[in-house]
């Protein structure tokens, strides 16, 4: 596509703007000379619906850092033009993360432009929609399991909990866990959704209030891991009931960014704390979790994580995410 061509051609954008009549978010048409100069211009197919996109668009959270700008943490689509020999026109890309939709225009479009170090190419064995049915959170879901196997939590040693397990990192994180094999307890605050977590595979379900704050520095070991998409008191919560040599991948703050908790499970049962972050992750590690997606998530399920939403019940839906009342994946066809 030529510069020409370009300056031309007017596309559909999700857009937020800040200014003297507010914060506000609202369907516009720009220019793809609006997208800036990165190498990779790509036409979005998908995009998807994370916490985070949730809080950038309904405003409860200072999620973007300049104005106007697209958000959309990740996207989905095909080349069309690149200056990068890593990318030609035609092949199709995946990207997540790397302050797209925070501090770069990102995928709630129909045209996002690119560096080409942030693509990954599209995995065999999934297509766009599937693809950004995985997403973010599904990514983010992956990395954590890795880093439970990478502190040797393996089906054999024990129970692993799942909080927030409704939501988009949660519900894939079940699904996950329950194919490799793992006895999955789901923690919920939907009562409603324990028919749901069960089809998902998990093992059991436990209300939120089942995991209150401890008053004590250790509780009766009872998980051998657990993925926390929560924080806070949840957290604060679950540390004093993790065996020995246990561990807990924390990618969340949906409760709250703050930890009351003591040094007690780290140092008397040699707990492992293992923070995971899919915005910045090496590209090896990025593409080794989008290889284990594939193989270790079920088509099936993910089918029955997701729905499909157009470019228009984008703004709604974000308020639903950020009210907390959404359920599983969310992908926007563009």
Known sequence: ??????????????????????YRAGIVELPLTA????????RVEYSSLNYKDALAVSGKGKIVRQFPLIPGIDFAGEVVESASAAFRPGDKVVLTGWGVGERFNGGLAQYARARADWLVPLPLGLDCRQAMAVGTAGLTAMLCVMAL???????????????????GVGSVAVAILARLGYSVVALSGK???????????????????ALSASARPLESETWAGAIDTVG????????????????????????????????????????????????????????????????????????????????????EACRHMADGQARGRIVVRL
């Open 35 to 42: 997208l800036g100069d990165a190498e990779v211009l790509v």
């Open 149 to 167: 196997e990478r502190h040797a939590i393996a089906p054999e040693t024990g129970k692993v909990l799942v909080t927030g397990a409704t939501g």
């Open 1 to 22: 596509m030529s510069n020409k061509e370009a300056a031309k051609m007017d596309f559909k954008a999700l857009q937020i703007s800040n200014d003297e009549q507010g």
């Open 232 to 315: 806070s008191n949840v957290l604060a919560g679950l540390l004093p009931r993790i065996g020995y040599r246990g561990c807990v991948a924390a990618c969340g703050l949906a409760g709250g960014f703050d930890l009351q908790t003591t040094v007690m499970p780290f140092i008397l049962r040699g707990v492992t704390l293992a923070g995971v972050d899919s915005v910045m992750c090496p590209l090896p590690e990025r593409q080794q979790a989008w290889q284990r997606i594939v193989s270790d998530l079920p088509l099936a399920q993910l089918q029955q994580l997701t729905r499909e939403i157009g470019l228009d019940g984008v703004v």
């Open 191 to 209: 009562p409603d959704a324990e028919p749901w977590l069960r089809q998902l595979g998990a093992a059991e379900v436990l209300p939120r209030e």
